[in-house]
């Protein structure tokens, strides 16, 4: 998502934005460095060439730009990083140990685009900056999209990693990459494992791949396939298409999940036009949306299981004696965003887990591309041109 965003002061807050998705090839995903990098450069140029007036820098000023990358990073300073590791699917070799922010640079100086890096930010980092600018009673921010992670406000004082003169704030924000966690508790299955070692990082990011947008249809594509196998669930043939990684996505998934037909005919479409499977029985399009609902509904319950966690860490879990705190948190991502089944059981989950009235004290608060407003926030924030009238 490229975005351009117009402040208006404290009392108006962000007045006016202008974005644009980009969807990035797949074939760059696995490519080279400087196929990806010049591509985003490239996207960044075009869109930025048709910007309305009002969003010009100063005479003689350079257009500031806050990167949004969401994979593990050791971040250094506010303005560079090095990536640890690819997640959602990306394999780029060269890139791992490299300076990402440098990488952008190189390509945007490549085809004279004026523009610098003034914030390199995580996506739940972000999303927490950007819940933070209109609500204070966030602390935390958590992603479920393609990829998920959480980040939370954490106690200055209470960080052991920290070095140094504490903030002023004595706050700080803790980005947990929290797809890369895993514990024998998780309750993986065969398909679970199946998918983890065929993936293009075994062993790696196990909580995001029950619970994110990438890999939740394959899970179900991967039960069909057994059933197909194992009890000719479709037929005395296992249909071929059922055993392509990744051709039921989980927006497909999500379209089954929310049909509401008498007869499922919304399934029905979605099987014979996308795996060419063809005269199913309305008994079979309802195990094929129960499948849907029993892999969603794991992924809500332990998304909320995670957030009961950084709740538990920061002492917002239960009820202090004469006090009830709001804590809100920010939630982005296109899973929760379009998926109604998986966000109302991840509430409903949150709720059982927390008790009534614990839970009358968290807010719920959906940012849409928090993350990308929270970097251009953030950019903004440690701007050049801050001294400029904003009137």
């Given at each position: 998502?490229?975005?351009?965003?117009?402040?208006g002061?404290k009392?108006?807050?962000?007045v006016?934005?202008?974005?644009?998705k980009?969807?990035?090839p797949?074939e760059?995903m696995?490519?080279s460095?400087?196929d990806?990098?010049?591509?985003?450069?490239?996207?960044?140029?075009k869109f930025?060439?048709?910007?309305p007036?009002?969003?010009?820098?100063p005479p003689g000023?350079?257009?500031?730009?806050g990167?949004?990358?969401?994979?593990?990073v050791?971040?250094?300073?506010?303005?560079?990083?090095t990536?640890?590791?690819?997640?959602?699917g990306?394999?780029?070799?060269d890139?791992?140990?490299?300076?990402?922010?440098?990488?952008l640079n190189k390509?945007?100086?490549?085809?004279?685009?004026?523009m610098?890096v003034?914030?390199?930010?995580?996506?739940?980092?972000g999303t927490?900056?950007?819940g933070?600018f209109?609500?204070?009673?966030?602390?935390?921010?958590?992603?479920?999209?393609?990829?998920t992670?959480a980040a939370?406000?954490?106690r200055?004082?209470t960080?052991?990693?920290?070095y140094g003169l504490l903030p002023k704030?004595?706050?700080?924000?803790?980005?947990?990459?929290?797809g890369?966690f895993c514990?024998s508790?998780?309750?993986?299955t065969?398909?679970?494992?199946?998918?983890?070692?065929e993936?293009l990082?075994p062993?790696e990011q196990?909580?995001?791949?029950?619970i994110?947008?990438?890999y939740l249809g394959?899970?179900v594509?991967r039960?069909l396939?057994?059933?197909?196998?194992e009890?000719?669930?479709?037929?005395?043939?296992v249909?071929?298409?059922l055993r392509?990684?990744?051709?039921l996505k989980?927006?497909?998934?999500?379209?089954?999940?929310?049909?509401?037909?008498s007869?499922?005919?919304?399934v029905e479409?979605?099987l014979?036009?996308?795996l060419?499977?063809?005269?199913?029985?309305?008994?079979?399009?309802?195990?094929a949306?129960?499948?849907?609902?029993?892999?969603?509904?794991r992924g809500?319950?332990?998304t909320?299981?995670g957030?009961l966690?950084?709740l538990?860490?920061i002492?917002?879990?239960?009820?202090?004696?004469?006090?009830?705190?709001?804590?809100?948190i920010?939630?982005?991502?296109g899973?929760f965003?379009v998926?109604?089944?998986?966000?109302?059981?991840?509430e409903?989950?949150?709720?059982?887990?927390l008790?009534?009235?614990?839970f009358?004290t968290?807010?719920?608060?959906?940012?849409r591309?928090?993350s990308?407003i929270?970097?251009?926030?953030l950019a903004?924030?440690h701007?050049?041109?801050?001294?400029?009238?904003e009137s």
């Amino acid at each position: 998502m490229l975005t351009i965003f117009q402040l208006g002061g404290k009392e108006k807050g962000v007045v006016r934005i202008e974005s644009v998705k980009t969807q990035i090839p797949p074939e760059l995903m696995t490519g080279s460095s400087n196929d990806l990098f010049d591509f985003i450069a490239t996207s960044l140029a075009k869109f930025v060439s048709s910007e309305p007036s009002e969003f010009h820098p100063p005479p003689g000023g350079q257009r500031e730009l806050g990167f949004t990358f969401s994979f593990p990073v050791r971040q250094t300073s506010l303005t560079s990083g090095t990536l640890i590791k690819w997640t959602k699917g990306f394999h780029i070799e060269d890139v791992v140990g490299e300076d990402v922010v440098g990488k952008l640079n190189k390509a945007m100086e490549k085809i004279g685009l004026d523009m610098r890096v003034a914030a390199l930010v995580n996506d739940t980092v972000g999303t927490v900056a950007r819940g933070k600018f209109s609500n204070q009673d966030v602390i935390a921010a958590v992603i479920v999209g393609t990829g998920t992670n959480a980040a939370y406000v954490e106690r200055a004082h209470t960080i052991p990693k920290w070095y140094g003169l504490l903030p002023k704030s004595g706050e700080m924000v803790i980005n947990m990459e929290w797809g890369n966690f895993c514990s024998s508790d998780l309750p993986l299955t065969e398909y679970d494992q199946a998918l983890d070692a065929e993936s293009l990082n075994p062993g790696e990011q196990i909580f995001e791949k029950i619970i994110s947008g990438m890999y939740l249809g394959d899970i179900v594509r991967r039960a069909l396939l057994k059933m197909a196998e194992e009890a000719d669930f479709f037929g005395d043939t296992v249909p071929p298409k059922l055993r392509i990684p990744f051709i039921l996505k989980t927006h497909d998934m999500y379209v089954m999940h929310h049909d509401t037909s008498s007869d499922l005919k919304v399934v029905e479409n979605k099987l014979r036009d996308l795996l060419e499977i063809h005269n199913t029985s309305l008994k079979m399009r309802k195990i094929a949306v129960k499948l849907c609902d029993i892999v969603a509904i794991r992924g809500a319950r332990l998304t909320a299981a995670g957030i009961l966690g950084i709740l538990k860490k920061i002492g917002r879990d239960t009820i202090k004696a004469g006090e009830k705190q709001k804590s809100v948190i920010a939630l982005d991502g296109g899973v929760f965003e379009v998926y109604i089944p998986f966000r109302t059981c991840f509430e409903n989950t949150l709720k059982e887990l927390l008790g009534d009235e614990a839970f009358e004290t968290i807010g719920i608060e959906q940012n849409r591309d928090g993350s990308g407003i929270g970097a251009a926030l953030l950019a903004a924030s440690h701007s050049l041109y801050l001294g400029v009238d904003e009137s």
